[in-house]
């Protein structure tokens, strides 16, 4: 499967921004998929998970209430609403895919990556 991330720009603290996570290749339904993120330097951070059926999802502490995982399996995307950005938002962003079942946190869990999308959140 093919992904390609989208929807990175530069907003102020407090704004919103929507990424977008887009399949190809393979029949995306199956798939559960993984946000990461990642600064410079840093390793590449978990940031939300969604499964496929019933769609479970889980974020991580540093984004819980501020950030939310969909996904529509018609369009083949999945989706992160990012809500109330701050300064420490701030990253590329990366959507990756699996077959495993259980709530993938791990970089290595995930088989598929696309190419990030930059954020950047200014105070």
């Known amino acids: 499967v093919q992904l390609q991330a989208s929807g990175g720009g530069l907003v102020q603290t407090g704004g919103s921004l929507r990424l977008s996570c887009a399949a190809s290749?393979?029949?995306?339904?199956?798939?559960?998929v993984g946000w990461f993120r990642q600064v410079a330097g840093m390793e590449r951070e978990f940031v939300a998970y969604?499964?496929?059926?019933?769609?479970?999802?889980s974020v991580a502490d540093s984004v819980k209430g501020r950030f939310t995982v969909s996904r529509d399996d018609a369009k083949n995307t999945v989706f992160l609403q990012m809500n109330s950005l701050k300064p420490e938002d701030t990253a590329v962003y990366y959507c990756?895919?699996?077959?495993?079942?259980?709530?993938?946190?791990?970089?290595?869990?995930?088989?598929?990556w696309g190419h990030g999308t930059q954020v950047a959140v200014s105070s």
């Open positions: 990756a895919a699996a077959t495993t079942s259980g709530i993938l946190r791990m970089p290595q869990d995930y088989a598929y």
């Open positions: 290749g393979r029949t995306f339904s199956s798939f559960v």
């Open positions: 969604i499964s496929d059926w019933p769609f479970i999802t």
